[in-house]
């Protein structure tokens, strides 16, 4: 391997690449999938104390989950450990079964890269004490890139085939049911399944009907790499589009829409309208602090001013944190052992980490919640959104994403440059204010004849790209604040704004 490469495969808590070269090279090679297997196995020697391992294995259905497969299992049964496929599984699954299953399994590997497109895939890693972190991750891949070369195990591990999918749908299924008080608590109910042929298409089959619900409309439920219908990810306009007009065609009462590899979730009412981003972070919200007031929620940074008042009207606490799902559940945890109430941590994109849940991003967890919801509401003639009718929403959001030019090749220092340039013109403006819960890039507040509302502008988490959103009271407020915006960021050679001024001509 060439020097640092495997360690530009890391992608926050997860390692990612090219798996499929049909529009770039190849960066998830054979190679590196088996080094980074063998030297995942390391760590857990060096972390465990002890030599052999069983480690489960699952994936979504991209194209490349195969050939993935192929190379973590030389890796691991080249290093003398034990190897159990799970065939096509969900993320959130994949560590549940180091906690209920009598598997004896010491870690896991969920092969998966997420909502990204086809051509790629990756490496998410569990142990029974949650997902690998930031950290976790750099020690592996330092480990990996100092294999080659490395004598292998004399005796080869054992491999065998076993899904468990069939258990951890009755594990959710077995939650609303106890939580309802009924084996059918969702009988005479319609809902829709959209999978976007990812691996959510068993929640229709083995949670929804053995519930009693009607999931006539369901679509996408088979798995298909290449997502010939939508991207399967519930922040994408249309994969939301093509869910409410199903919901609206068959008169469903909810329409559930899942990513790729199910850790994140979002849903559409019985009038087709999304509940998603806010709305559905105040939906779960006032369902948990109905049942303990003065919880603390903690949210990534991009959440609205009026989730914040709706979560207050509730009598709870709202935390923004940094963008990036490992971060607010790590604050989330931090909130709790300091002596705080956090049942909640959740992104704007779907991951939601309930307290109750390991703390794990589960969608389909968090679907269960929304399901327990709908039937309670039922009970009393009540809809499901008549829980955030009183969220305060704005005029306008949007969101405009920001590329560093072709010369740049520093783009974390210059995307630190421009966020800490933005703070500096926010302290001696008279029309923007720095928010004074600003915990990730630069949020600025703009007075009511100035946009009226709020920008963020930060660095992806992923990504060479800094991500502007933007939340205004006032129709065109947000195209007034781009304007400012655009007139601070227009002398920066490496970032490209034609976005911005695209938005603005628009």
């Given at each position: 391997m060439e020097p640092n490469g495997l360690k530009k495969l890391k992608s926050g808590t997860d390692v990612r690449g090219v798996a499929v070269g049909d529009y770039s090279a190849v960066?998830?090679?054979?190679?590196?999938?088996?080094?980074?297997?063998?030297a995942f196995i390391?760590?857990?020697?060096?972390?465990?104390?002890k030599d052999r391992f069983k480690i489960a294995v699952g994936?979504?259905?991209r194209i490349s989950a195969q050939r993935i497969l192929n190379c973590v299992k030389e890796g691991i049964l080249s290093s003398g450990c034990d190897l159990v496929y799970t065939g096509l599984s969900s993320t959130p699954s994949m560590f549940i079964l180091l906690k209920k299953s009598d598997w004896g399994c010491d870690a896991s590997i969920m092969i998966t890269a997420s909502h990204l497109p086809y051509d790629r895939n990756g490496l998410k890693f569990f142990t029974p004490d949650g997902?690998?972190?930031?950290?976790d991750i750099d020690e592996i891949l330092e480990i990996a890139e100092g294999l080659d070369g490395e004598e292998l195990c004399a005796a080869s591990g054992n491999y065998s085939e076993k899904s468990y999918m069939d258990e951890y749908s009755e594990i959710l299924a077995e939650s609303v049911r106890e939580a309802c008080g009924c084996t059918f608590p969702l009988a005479g109910k319609k809902i829709i399944v959209d999978a976007g042929n990812g691996a959510g298409g068993f929640f229709a089959e083995k949670v929804l009907l053995p519930l009693g619900a009607d999931i006539t409309g369901s679509q996408f439920l088979e798995p298909d790499g290449r997502f010939p219908n939508h991207i399967p990810n519930p922040e994408d306009a249309g994969a939301i589009?093509?869910?409410?007009?199903?919901?609206?065609?068959?008169?469903?009462?909810?329409?559930?829409?899942?990513?790729?590899?199910?850790?994140?979730a979002g849903a559409v009412d019985s009038d087709g309208k999304e509940i998603n981003r806010n709305r559905l972070i105040a939906l779960i919200s006032a369902v948990l602090l109905k049942e303990k007031p003065n919880s603390i929620i903690v949210t990534d940074s991009v959440t609205s001013d009026g989730l914040t008042a709706f979560i207050k009207a509730l009598g709870g606490q709202h935390i923004r944190y940094k963008r990036g799902y490992k971060n607010v559940i790590d604050k989330c945890v931090e909130v709790n052992k300091s002596g705080g109430y956090s049942p909640l941590a959740m992104e704007t994109s779907g991951h939601a980490a309930f307290a109750d849940n390991y703390m794990l991003d589960d969608g389909a967890y968090l679907v269960t919640r929304i399901l327990i919801t709908l039937s309670n509401q039922a009970k009393t003639g009540a809809k499901l959104c008549d829980l955030i009718a009183a969220l305060p929403?704005?005029?306008?959001?949007?969101?405009?994403?920001?590329?560093f030019t072709g010369l740049s090749e520093n783009f974390k220092a210059e995307g630190q440059k421009v966020i800490g340039d933005m703070k500096a013109a926010a302290l001696t403006s008279a029309d923007m204010k720095l928010a004074p819960d600003n915990y990730e890039g630069a949020r600025i507040n703009f007075g009511k004849t100035d946009g009226d509302g709020w920008l963020l502008i930060r660095q992806s988490v992923h990504d060479p790209v800094m991500p502007v959103n933007f939340e205004s009271n006032t129709a065109g407020?947000?195209?007034?604040?781009?304007?400012?915006?655009l007139s601070l960021l227009e002398s920066y050679a490496f970032l490209n704004v034609e976005n911005l001024k695209k938005f603005i001509s628009y």
């Open positions: 960066t998830l090679t054979d190679e590196a999938v088996i080094l980074i297997s063998r390391k760590w857990l020697t060096s972390r465990y104390k994936n979504d259905s997902g690998l972190d930031s950290r589009k093509s869910l409410s007009s199903a919901v609206l065609e068959n008169g469903a009462d909810l329409g559930i829409i899942f990513d790729t590899d199910v850790d994140r929403e704005p005029v306008e959001c949007a969101e405009v994403r920001l590329t407020g947000n195209k007034i604040m781009a304007e400012k915006l």
